[in-house]
């Protein structure tokens, strides 16, 4: 792939040389920028998924077509922190 530059000023570079630590700045921007992409699928999925489930009755007949959630296995009290 070949490089390019991009002019941005001297405090915004210090601060990703900052926060990309001992990785070179080259790769932390193009980690970053992955990052970006996967959070920005992320919310797109979730805003698709908190429509469909707002939908009146969606979850009852989700339950009736797959038997709704298992219930828990004796013994296990575990929870989320």
Do not use: H, W
């Not at 080259?26 to 992320?42: F, G, S």
Request: aromatic content about 6%.
């Amino acid at each position: 792939m070949d490089d390019t530059s991009m002019k941005v000023d001297r405090a915004t570079r210090d601060r990703f040389r900052e926060l990309a630590g001992s990785q070179p700045l080259k790769e932390y921007l193009a980690d970053l920028a992955k990052k970006e992409e996967e959070e920005r699928v992320l919310g797109t999925a979730t805003a698709a998924f908190r429509r469909v489930i707002a939908e009146p009755g969606l979850l009852d007949r989700f339950d009736a077509d797959f038997g709704g959630l298992p219930a828990p296995a004796a013994g296990n009290t575990s929870r989320a922190a």
